[in-house]
């Protein structure tokens, strides 16, 4: 089945530490998303990439890395630098850039202390 | 900069009756707005989106209706079912897709 796989669905780490998370498609769209969902906040846009090799920043970059190598891949380096990183972090996709929905992942937990 | 506003935070409804979130939107040159649906735990899902040469479009039991003047477009859902029960999530613009706050939409028996 095609779709979009995000792991782990938990993580947690230690306050200075950077953190990685996953995202893979096999949905073979060009568009990637990084979104975080804080309680109340609804989904503020983190990164998003239309081709490989290729990204630009959303509302909430600062604190955050990506890197678009492959088509199938857009992980997302949560660094030291961000804040307040404890939160429910969303990747997604889509076939292109005009009218095509988002599919998203299932989501990362992350948590950090 | 961009902004869309969603309301309301929560909304409940009996079931059976019909439930209408509405969004207002700032960006004049946003052109497709989806709405999503979510679950608790997972990621959004798609249930209609619309683009703006469009005033209306209806699936089943659920519509969308949009505005282009006021810069607002609402969500109805009629007949509403325990199953629909979640959050609810509008969103605009077409290449960075904003999505509002959420609507926690609780259907009771």
């Known amino acids: 089945d095609g779709g979009i796989t995000q792991s782990p669905k938990y993580l947690f780490r230690k306050e200075g530490q950077n953190v990685t998370l996953s995202c893979e498609q096999n949905?073979?769209?060009?568009?990637m998303y990084w979104y975080r969902q804080d309680p109340g906040q609804g989904l503020r846009l983190i990164y998003y990439?239309?081709?490989?090799?290729?990204?630009q920043k959303g509302d909430i970059a600062e604190g955050y890395s990506v890197s678009r190598e492959k088509k199938e891949s857009f992980p997302l380096t949560v660094t030291s630098a961000q804040k307040n990183p404890t939160a429910f972090y969303l990747c997604?996709?889509?076939?292109?850039?005009?009218?095509?929905?988002?599919?998203f992942g299932n989501g990362t937990r992350l948590t950090v202390t | 900069g961009e902004n869309v506003e969603q309301h309301p935070s929560t909304l409940s409804v009996q079931e059976g009756d019909s439930a209408v979130i509405k969004c207002t939107y700032s960006?004049?040159?946003?052109?497709?707005f989806p709405w999503y649906k979510q679950e608790l735990g997972k990621g959004p899902q798609l249930i209609i989106d619309?683009?703006?040469?469009?005033g209306e479009k209806k699936d089943q039991r659920i519509a969308v209706t949009l505005n282009k003047t006021a810069k607002h477009f609402s969500l109805h859902i009629t007949e509403t079912q325990p199953e629909d029960s979640a959050v609810y999530f509008c969103a605009a613009r077409d290449d960075k897709i904003i999505f509002g706050k959420g609507t926690r939409l609780h259907i009771l028996p």
């Open positions: 619309i683009r703006s040469n469009v």
């Open positions: 997604a996709s889509r076939i292109g850039l005009e009218y095509s929905p988002l599919h």
């Open positions: 990439s239309q081709i490989v090799n290729d990204f």
């Open positions: 960006d004049s040159a946003s052109n497709y």
């Open positions: 949905l073979n769209h060009d568009a």
